[in-house]
């Protein structure tokens, strides 16, 4: 570890108060963010005991004569049948990682990892809250439903004892939706040992990995000394230019394991990048959330 | 070349033993690589097998350091390049330097002076002998060449002298003692020919058939004496060499600055340079000196001649004091006390009050009402009036009873009364002052009325003068000069009973115009016993010497008089030497200037193509020793930066967008420092278009930014009028830098004349005068009609100076003012004058040919359009708009109608340039028409 290289990374007070000073522009941001998705995505797409118009459809002979839409089916010779949409609550789980890791930023993109991470999470949050689902924290903050659902996340995150890369799971229930935003740098191995203990308890695993566009091209070249700010150790590159391919393979390599287990667990995984509109990622995390699930237990 | 190279701190050349310890540590130090915080640095850990061979310094970064530190060292050293040729030929013998030590080499004599050393030293490391011989002064001094010990001692002790080289008497000395062949001849050459030094350089060419001639190009300023005009002192200086701005300074005895003014010589020529000072100061002024210009010649010292005139007044009989405003004099004493000093007398009867004043030394004396005088007194004042005295008289009734040795003309018996009760005369007005007369410049006075006056005889009108004469011919005041003085007799009475001159403001004028034809003070000796003793009287120049009292050295500062220093005998005679070194001389409390150039002095510069020397020529300039250092410390400044950007490009700082931005910015900044031809030939095609898709007015760029804006305000606001009113719309006005404009584009240029303005190059004058030769007009605006100094061929104003400087380098036709049937008072407007901030001014262009067959027409237009127009009136400011359409110069007066005068006078100006005589053609339209059939 390089003595003081960056000592306010490992200092938890000065993080805590520089998250605490930057969630103000978060919470705006993602409130911004998730203006502009509109659509609750609890619906279960199928028709049933809910308030939103889902479909017309022909009344079939035997069912009772209080469900005709009689507005409908006094334009037309035929009787019809209002359905509604199956709306159900849900609960998510949300886990913006905001480890040392993620605190990074290139000249190439304009915010921080961990910043990205966490308008992405309050964004939607907020989504969440509004469409009236419940929404938690592993150990910090129980699912809950209301509109103030960002504001609460980002209070019980700055209360946060210590950044955590992952999750703790155990309390969590079955079937439950878990959104985990984070670089995913891990060693392939700890990965798949944590996402095959989600499996163990049926969770529904939502995977965002955001990285750095730097991290992505590897603009660097010359003699370069590379520090992990994980764990702070350095590695000398003497021709950093050389290094730009076989990082690369190196790259897409371990996001294709991990692209492997999630596939098998049934788990959804994305990626985005820093230098990308948050609204993005928002939308890639809308979507795998509305898609229909179909676990497949046997990973 | 390289025995040329020296070092100034040699010992910093040991740091060089420092560099192979140097190498040593760079070598083993590589750069310090970049930290890059990377979150996935654990994948890349394991990626590079193949290189990892630990880094050391390149050795070209190596070698650059080694290169930088031993630049510095070598810069620390301080070498110069001293590329010093020998002067002196390598012969034997004995060397002759001759050294010009006049005033004129007084200017950079240290300079002559080290050239000489250089000499002595050459010749002293050579074991030669050397005769040292300086042209002015030392005329006993031994010439004898000797060790150059000898000479170098002697050479310190050779001082620039106040007087001119005297070349000859040395000719004469070196011929004796140098056969020809004998010696090799060095001379230091002075600034000024002196008309011998022709004759002395074909001695030296004796001497020695190759000599040596060390000499500089001429730059030298020398003071003419002052004059003491009616209300300015007018100095001329003489400029050898190229033209300088000079500052001209006047002080008094005390050595106060009292004046100073400022003007720019002309090259190779005479300036005179006005100084508008009240009497009573000018008169304190005690000395006129160039600064700056240290030499004798510089120098003009001032002495009782130039100061200010006393007057005697001596009123004869009947001259009391009991009714002060019918004493004779009265008006003569009120007219003249301001100007001048007024003696009293202390005598009751004239003789003797003549007496005290002749010897007390007054310039002009005043009579009137004197009869009879003793004829001892009338010969002392002959003797007074021929030694330079002015005698100033008045008629009287009993003038022409008097004696006839004081009076300019011969008197008729009796005055001559006009409109009287008994003539049939009416009185008489003055008609006329002769042009050679003092009075020239006074204005007549039309309201003065001659009731009497008293008649000269016509036979003896011819010897003398008549400076103004009565309507009827009649002589009102003669004049006679007589010796050096000169007599004046007004045919009328001192006070108003002849006449109602003397209560007119120009009888002032008058008496002071007499004054200042008057010379200083003229003394005469007091006789031994008293005026009547009836002793022989003299000039008391004749018996004293003027004792020097100080006298002025080389440099031309005053000090006391040295032993060489003579009495002087007649100092009107002396010229500037040895034994009468320019300076102050003295006798009986009278001082006497003697100065070192004087209205006859010539000048002539020295040069080695007029003298026809025979041998070789050298510089005086000395040959600078060149430092190197600076150039080597840029040269490790530029190592530096490349070693910075090395090591940035190897520690992987560099980032190669930044680096290339930053390199275009650095060559920016380098391209920016170069002249800018390559963009030239855009721009002049560009220009080319502007000026030519749309007629556009044009005005010289000075580089006075006030007088600039206000010609480019001005032709705007004259373009929109113009736009308004004809059926001309003038494109936005352009200012044209002469030197690198190209002028052809446009039909009418406006140059305001600034007094500060450089007169432009001469290949720049020979460009506007093609222009003008071409068709173009230029119109000059000296700007200058509101400057309240008088305007007369002597005094011009500063900016009519400078206009004068320009206009002296192009060929310029003979100008007139506007005629009234020119084409210009007729091309749009009916105009009769131009007037622009001021209307004071006329506007001037070619003169017209006189076409007698053309008589009646009521206008003339030439057959072109006259190429220079000239005006003070400074057109551009009546003309000058702001971008809201507020006029920017109050016109003097404030006048509306003459605001819109001078647009119409630029408009017919404009017209005039772009259509020229065809307003002239359209005197033929009814004959046009009626051919027509109309």
Redesign the interface.
């Known amino acids: 570890m390089a003595a003081g290289a960056f000592p306010i990374r490992h200092d938890e007070i000065a993080e805590a108060r520089r998250l605490a000073s930057r969630l103000p522009d978060l919470l705006v941001a993602a409130h911004r963010v998730a203006a502009n998705a509109m659509f609750g995505f609890h619906g279960r797409r199928r028709p049933g005991a809910g308030e939103t118009f889902w479909q017309f459809r022909s009344y079939q002979m035997g069912e009772p004569a209080k469900r005709i839409d009689w507005r409908r089916s006094a334009r037309d010779h035929h009787l019809f049948v209002r359905e509604r949409e199956w709306e159900a609550l849900q609960t998510v789980w949300l886990w913006p990682d905001l480890s040392p890791s993620m605190h990074f930023r290139s000249r190439l993109a304009e915010h921080e990892k961990s910043e990205r991470a966490l308008v992405l999470v309050l964004a939607l949050a907020e989504l969440l809250g509004r469409g009236g689902e419940r929404v938690g924290v592993p150990g910090l903050m129980p699912a809950r439903t209301g509109r103030d659902l960002p504001e609460r996340l980002a209070a019980a995150l700055m209360h946060a004892a210590e950044a955590r890369e992952w999750p703790d799971l155990t309390g969590i229930k079955r079937f439950s939706e878990i959104v985990i935003v984070s670089d995913f740098l891990s060693e392939t191995d700890t990965i798949h040992d944590r996402l095959a203990r989600a499996a163990e308890r049926s969770l529904r695993l939502h995977l965002l990995q955001v990285l750095d566009p730097a991290e992505e091209s590897f603009p660097y070249g010359g003699r370069l000394e590379f520090q992990d700010p994980e764990t702070g150790v350095t590695w000398l590159a003497e021709r950093a230019d050389l290094l730009k391919e076989r990082y690369h393979e190196r790259l897409l390599a371990h996001r294709q394991a991990i692209t492997q287990m999630t596939q098998r667990a049934g788990y959804s995984f994305a990626v985005h990048h820093t230098d990308r509109p948050a609204s993005e990622g928002l939308l890639v995390l809308q979507s795998s959330l509305t898609a229909p699930v179909e676990p497949r237990l046997t990973g | 070349m390289i025995s040329n190279l020296a070092f100034l701190s040699p010992w910093m050349l040991a740091g060089l033993a420092v560099l192979p310890l140097l190498w040593l540590i760079l070598r083993l130090t590589p ?1 310090r ?13 394991g ?2 097998a193949e ?3 630990p ?1 050391r310094t390149p050795w070209w970064l190596t070698a650059l350091r080694l290169l930088l530190a031993s630049l510095i060292i070598l810069a620390l050293a301080e070498p110069v390049l001293r590329p010093q040729a020998k002067l002196a030929a390598e012969r034997q013998g004995p060397l002759l330097i001759v050294l010009d030590n006049g005033w004129d080499a007084a200017p950079g004599f240290q300079t002559r002076r080290d050239v000489a050393a250089r000499l002595i030293e050459e010749a002293g490391r050579s074991e030669r002998p050397v005769a040292l011989a300086a042209t002015a002064g030392e005329t006993n001094a031994d010439i004898a060449a000797g060790t150059a010990t000898d000479a170098a001692r002697r050479l310190a002790a050779i001082e620039p002298q106040p007087y001119r080289a005297e070349r000859g008497a040395l000719r004469a000395r070196l011929a004796e003692l140098f056969p020809p062949g004998s010696a090799e001849v060095a001379w230091i050459g002075g600034q000024l020919d002196g008309g011998d030094a022709a004759a002395f350089a074909e001695a030296l060419a004796a001497i020695d058939d190759d000599p040596l001639l060390i000499t500089a190009p001429p730059a030298l300023s020398a003071l003419r004496p002052p004059r003491n005009a009616a209300d300015n002192a007018e100095i001329t200086v003489s400029r050898i060499g190229p033209a300088e701005a000079v500052s001209l300074a006047g002080f008094d005895a005390e050595g106060r600055r009292m004046v100073e003014t400022s003007a720019r010589l002309a090259a190779n020529g005479d300036t005179t340079l006005t100084i508008g000072l009240p009497t009573e100061m000018r008169n304190e002024i005690a000395r006129f000196s160039i600064e700056g210009e240290r030499s004798a010649g510089a120098v003009q010292l001032l002495d009782g001649r130039w100061q200010r005139k006393s007057v005697g007044l001596i009123a004869g009989e009947g001259g009391g004091a009991a009714q002060p405003l019918l004493a004779p004099l009265t008006y003569v004493e009120r007219a003249l006390s301001p100007y001048t000093d007024i003696r009293q007398v202390s005598r009751d009867t004239v003789p003797e009050a003549i007496e005290e004043l002749v010897t007390a030394g007054v310039s002009v004396l005043v009579l009137t009402q004197t009869g009879n005088l003793p004829p001892e007194t009338v010969e002392r004042l002959s003797q007074w009036v021929a030694s330079g005295g002015t005698l100033l008289r008045f008629a009287s009734s009993n003038i022409a009873a008097s004696d006839t040795e004081l009076l300019p003309v011969a008197l008729r018996q009796g005055e001559r009364a006009l409109g009287g009760s008994l003539s049939w005369e009416e009185p008489q007005p003055i008609g006329r002052f002769s042009a050679q007369s003092p009075f020239r410049n006074v204005a007549i006075p039309q309201d003065v009325r001659i009731q009497r006056q008293i008649l000269a005889e016509p036979g003896s009108l011819a010897e003398a003068e008549t400076w103004a004469e009565l309507r009827d011919g009649t002589p009102l005041i003669t004049a006679a000069g007589q010796g050096a003085g000169r007599i004046i007799l007004f045919h009328i009475t001192a006070d108003p009973r002849w006449s109602n001159l003397p209560i007119t403001g120009a009888f002032v004028d008058m008496l002071r115009a007499v004054i200042d034809t008057a010379q200083g003070a003229v003394r005469l000796e007091a006789e031994g016993g008293g005026v009547t003793s009836g002793a022989t009287a003299r000039r008391s120049a004749n018996n004293a010497p003027w004792r020097p009292a100080s006298v002025l050295d080389g440099y031309g500062s005053l000090r006391p008089p040295g032993p060489e220093a003579a009495l002087v005998a007649d100092i009107e005679t002396a010229a500037p030497g040895a034994e009468t070194p320019p300076g102050l001389y003295e006798r009986n409390g009278d001082t006497r200037a003697l100065n070192a150039v004087d209205a006859q002095t010539d000048l002539s510069p020295l040069r080695p193509q007029s003298l026809g020397w025979p041998g070789r020529v050298a510089s005086l300039e000395p040959q600078r020793a060149e430092p190197l250092w600076p150039w080597l410390l840029a040269a490790a400044a530029v190592l530096a930066a490349l070693d910075a950007i090395a090591a940035l ?6 980032v ?1 967008r930044r680096a290339v931005a930053t390199g275009l910015g650095l060559a920016a900044i380098l391209l920016a420092a170069q002249p800018q031809g390559a963009q030239a030939q855009e721009v002049a095609a560009e220009e080319a278009l502007q000026g030519t898709l749309s007629t556009r007015l044009a005005y010289v760029v000075t580089g006075d930014a006030v007088i600039d804006e206000t010609s480019r305000a001005g032709l705007r606001g004259l373009s929109e009028y113009l736009s308004t009113r004809t059926a001309l719309e003038p494109g936005a006005p352009v200012g044209l830098d002469l030197e690198s404009d190209e002028l052809a584009f446009y039909a009418l240029i406006y140059w305001p004349v600034s007094s500060d303005q450089q007169p432009p190059q001469p290949q720049v004058m020979a460009k506007v005068d093609a222009f003008m030769k071409n068709g173009g007009t230029i119109l000059f605006d000296t700007r200058d009609a509101g400057n309240p100094m008088p305007r007369s061929a002597v005094t011009a104003t500063p900016e009519t100076q400078s206009l004068r400087e320009i206009l002296g380098q192009v060929d310029v036709p003979p100008l007139e003012p506007v005629p009234p049937d020119h084409v210009l008072t007729k091309a749009f407007y009916l105009l009769s004058e131009f007037p622009g901030r001021w209307n004071d001014s006329e506007l001037w262009v070619e003169a017209l040919a006189e076409q007698p067959t053309e008589t009646g027409r009521p206008a003339r237009g030439g057959d072109g359009v006259s190429p220079i127009m000239i005006t003070g009136n400074d057109l551009a400011a009546a003309w000058a708009v702001s971008p809201d359409n507020q006029f920017l110069y109050p016109t003097v007066p404030s006048d509306p109608r003459q605001r819109e005068m001078a647009f119409r006078a630029g408009v017919n100006i404009v017209m005039y340039t772009l259509t020229g005589n065809y307003k002239a053609d359209q005197v033929h339209i009814p004959a046009l028409l009626e051919r027509l059939g109309q």
């Not at chain 2, 690589?33 to 850990?45: G, K, S, Y």
């Not at chain 2, 490009?649 to 560099?654: F, W």
């Open positions: 750069p690589p970049a930290r890059e915080v990377f979150p996935p640095t654990r994948i890349l850990m990626l590079q290189n990892t061979t880094r490009a190897l520690s992987g700082r560099l190669p």
